[in-house]
C-alpha cells in the first residue's frame, strides 16, 4: 500500500483545512487509517483514525471536536478535516495504514510522506 498525503498549507487561527490520504496498491480498504503529526522537536501524536469500513472513528484529545475524520472508500481517500485550527497545531502531518484499529504508531504498517500544516496566530 502507497498513501500520498496532501492539503496541508498555511492558514491563520480560526481557519480551517481538510487533508487527504489517497492509497495505491495493495487492499487498502481491509486497513484501518490513522493521521498523526509532529511538530519540531516533538514526539509524534496520534490525531485521529477510521476503522476499515468507515464505521468507526478515534481522535487525539487535543482535537476532539474540531477535527473530523472520514473515507470514501471508493476513491481509496481519507480525509482529515481541521476547523477552529490554533498555532499549536502547527506540525507535519502523516497518515498511515494498519491492520488494526489503534492509537499506537508502532501498529502502522504503511505511511505517507507528511504534508505540512502552519497555522499563524
Known amino acids: 500500500v502507497q498513501l500520498q498525503a496532501s492539503g496541508g498549507g498555511l492558514v491563520q487561527a480560526g481557519g480551517s483545512l481538510r487533508l487527504s490520504c489517497a492509497a495505491s496498491?495493495?487492499?487498502?480498504?481491509?486497513?484501518?487509517v490513522g493521521w498523526f503529526r509532529q511538530a519540531p522537536g516533538k514526539e509524534r501524536e496520534f490525531v485521529a483514525g477510521?476503522?476499515?469500513?468507515?464505521?468507526?472513528?478515534y481522535y487525539g484529545d487535543s482535537v476532539k471536536g474540531r477535527f473530523t475524520i472520514s473515507r470514501d472508500s471508493a476513491k481509496n481517500t481519507v480525509y482529515l478535516q481541521m476547523n477552529s485550527l490554533n498555532p499549536e497545531d502547527t506540525a507535519v502531518y502523516y497518515c498511515?495504514?494498519?491492520?488494526?484499529?489503534?492509537?499506537?504508531?508502532?501498529?502502522?504498517?504503511?505511511w505517507g510522506q507528511g504534508t505540512l500544516v502552519t497555522v499563524s496566530s
Open positions: 477510521v476503522s476499515w469500513s468507515g464505521g468507526i472513528t
Open positions: 496498491g495493495g487492499t487498502f480498504r481491509s486497513y484501518s
Open positions: 498511515a495504514a494498519s491492520k488494526l484499529a489503534t492509537r499506537n504508531s508502532y501498529g502502522y504498517d504503511f
